[in-house]
């Protein structure tokens, strides 16, 4: 079946912990981004990557990082500077006409 | 700055009605407009879009309308059934643009 991987789908993060959230996808998409979804507020940008070996920070880049080594792969590293990390996060690729598709998300907790 | 808006966080509409969910938009740069349904703990589905050359898109009980002049965007679903019962997301982006910006939502609930 094509689509978008996430993994895991529950994550807990101690405090001053990095922690590394997995996306996968076999659309053969150039295009991948990573969003954020607080309860009651829409998808907020935070990484996005064009094509393999490049990516733009989105608006709310910062305690976050990300590389794009693989077509295939797109992982985000949470980083201890985020400093409200509690979301739930989203990771999508998107097509050549402008529709993307998501993963089923990642909900990272503190502990 | 919110460039996309859609400013009903929630709506309830009886089984078989019409549901019609807004959206409004500042960039005048926009020109591909999207709306994507989400359940809880799910990602978003893509639902249907429209492009700015066009003022209706229809796709089953799903249409799309768009007003250009007003930057607003509405989306139709006739007759409404009780699985359509989700957060509704508008998305716009610009030509060719990569960065897609997206509403805050809207709630649909869906009464049977």
């Known amino acids: 079946d094509g689509g978008i991987t996430q993994s895991p789908k529950y994550l807990f993060r101690k405090e001053g912990q990095n922690v590394t959230l997995s996306c996968e996808q076999n659309?053969?998409?150039?295009?991948m981004y990573w969003y954020r979804q607080d309860p009651g507020q829409g998808l907020r940008l935070i990484y996005y990557?064009?094509?393999?070996?490049?990516?733009q920070k989105g608006d709310i880049a910062e305690g976050y990082s990300v590389s794009r080594e693989k077509k295939e792969s797109f992982p985000l590293t949470v980083t201890s500077a985020q400093k409200n990390p509690t979301a739930f996060y989203l990771c999508?690729?998107?097509?050549?006409?402008?529709?993307?598709?998501f993963g089923a998300g990642t909900r990272l907790s503190v502990l | 700055d919110q460039q996309v808006k859609q400013n009903s966080p929630s709506l309830s509409v009886q089984e078989g009605r019409i549901s019609i969910l807004n959206c409004d938009y500042t960039?005048?740069?926009?020109?591909?407009f999207l709306w994507y349904k989400k359940y809880p703990a799910e990602g978003p589905t893509f639902l249907i879009s429209?492009?700015?050359?066009?003022d209706k898109n229809e796709d089953g009980r799903f249409t799309v309308f768009l007003n250009k002049s007003a930057k607003h965007l509405s989306l139709h679903i006739v007759p409404s059934q009780p699985g359509d019962s989700a957060v509704y997301f508008c998305?716009?982006?610009?030509?060719?643009?990569?960065?897609?910006?997206f509403g805050a939502g809207t709630r649909l609930f869906v009464k049977a």
């Open positions: 990557s064009q094509i393999v070996n490049d990516f």
């Open positions: 429209i492009s700015s050359i066009k």
């Open positions: 999508a690729s998107r097509t050549q006409g402008g529709i993307q598709y």
């Open positions: 659309l053969n998409h150039d295009a």
């Open positions: 960039n005048s740069m926009f020109d591909y």
């Open positions: 998305a716009a982006s610009g030509a060719g643009g990569f960065k897609t910006i």
